[in-house]
C-alpha cells in the first residue's frame, strides 16, 4: 500500500488592516456631493444637469426635502439621546446610532447652511420638551425606551426613503437613500444588542 501524499501545513490568515469605516466610505462621498447640490444658483434656469436651482424665493424642493430630513433626523437623535442618557445600560448600545444621526445632521446642516442641529442649543431639530409620548420624553423602562427608540428609527429610515425617492436631484436621492441603509443597519445592530 503507498502511504498519501502529506499536506503541507496551511498557514494563518492574519485579518486585514482596516483602512477606513464604513461611516467614513459613505458620508464623505455624500458630503462631497450634497454640499454642491445645495449652493443652488439660478445661473441657467433650464438646466436639467442635476444641480438644485432655487425658486423665486430663494427656496427649492430639495431644499425643503434636506430641512425635513433634518428635522426628522434630529428628532430621532434626541429620542435616542435621552433613551441613553436615562438608562445608562443603553448608553453603549446607542452611541454608534447617534454618531450615525450626528454624521447626517452634520452633513446635511453643512449642506444647507443651517445652524448646526447638534450644538445643544434648542432649535426646531432638537425640541426636548414635548408631552409625554413624544421622542422628547424617554420611557421609564429600558426595554420600552429601546423598543420607542426603534420604533422612531423604523419611521425615520422611512421617511429618509420616502425624500429620497421624492428628491429632484439624483446625489441628493442617493445621499438620502443612503441615510436611510444606514439607519437600517443601526436597527439590525440595536436588534442584536438586545438580544
Not at 8 to 18: E, I, Y
Amino acid at each position: 500500500m503507498v502511504p498519501a501524499p502529506s499536506r503541507p501545513p496551511v498557514p494563518a490568515l492574519a485579518p486585514a488592516p482596516r483602512l477606513a469605516s464604513r461611516r467614513a466610505v459613505v458620508v464623505a462621498p455624500a458630503a462631497l456631493v450634497v454640499a454642491p447640490l445645495l449652493a443652488g444658483c439660478d445661473d441657467d434656469a433650464g438646466s436639467s444637469d442635476g444641480v438644485v436651482t432655487a425658486t423665486g424665493d430663494g427656496t427649492s424642493a430639495d431644499v425643503a426635502r434636506v430641512d425635513e430630513a433634518l428635522a426628522a433626523i434630529g428628532t430621532a437623535r434626541t429620542q435616542a439621546a435621552a433613551a441613553g442618557t436615562t438608562h445608562a445600560t443603553l448608553a453603549p448600545a446607542l452611541a454608534p446610532l447617534l454618531a450615525v444621526h450626528d454624521a447626517h445632521l452634520d452633513l446635511l446642516a453643512d449642506a444647507s447652511g443651517a445652524d448646526d442641529p447638534t450644538d445643544g442649543t434648542p432649535s426646531a431639530t432638537t425640541d426636548t420638551t414635548g408631552p409625554a409620548g413624544t421622542p422628547a420624553d424617554p420611557v421609564l423602562d429600558p426595554a420600552a425606551a429601546l423598543a420607542a427608540v426603534r420604533t422612531t428609527e423604523t419611521t425615520l429610515a422611512g421617511t429618509l426613503t420616502d425624500l429620497a425617492v421624492a428628491a429632484d436631484s439624483g446625489p441628493l436621492a442617493r445621499t438620502l437613500a443612503a441615510m436611510a441603509a444606514g439607519v437600517d443597519q443601526q436597527l439590525l445592530l440595536l436588534a442584536r444588542a438586545s438580544a
